[in-house]
């Protein structure tokens, strides 16, 4: 079994909606502030997709004004129930780790623009 596609397909498909969700409010967010602190997202966010092999920057025709670091905490929350062979399992942590990652980032920058 591809490493990518480890995990039940019903839960893979809600974990690339969760991502693909959280990235369009990214999306928004990178939109709407004029000193592109957002960027400093980027690499987790990146990772995710790319360990998802998703398209970074999908359209999204939803709602894109979710809490993108609760998003992926909880894509990251359905990853880690992920049944996946001995061989999957690196791939898997790594998956989960990079949402955890790109939902602390999301809430450093968040964070840091209010004060």
Do not use: H
């Amino acid at each position: 079994m591809n490493n990518t596609m480890a995990g039940d397909d019903q839960q893979r498909s809600e974990v690339v909606e969760l991502v693909t969700r959280a990235e369009a409010s990214v999306e928004v967010l990178e939109n709407t502030a004029p000193n592109g602190s957002w960027a400093m997202t980027a690499f987790s966010r990146y990772r995710v997709c790319e360990l998802l092999g998703v398209t970074p920057y999908q359209p999204y025709a939803g709602d894109s004004t979710d809490d993108p670091a609760g998003l992926f905490e909880e894509a990251a929350g359905l990853v880690d129930q992920f049944e996946v062979s001995i061989e999957g399992l690196s791939w898997r942590l790594a998956l989960a780790d990079a949402l955890r990652s790109a939902a602390k980032d999301i809430r450093m920058v968040a964070d840091a623009r209010e004060v």
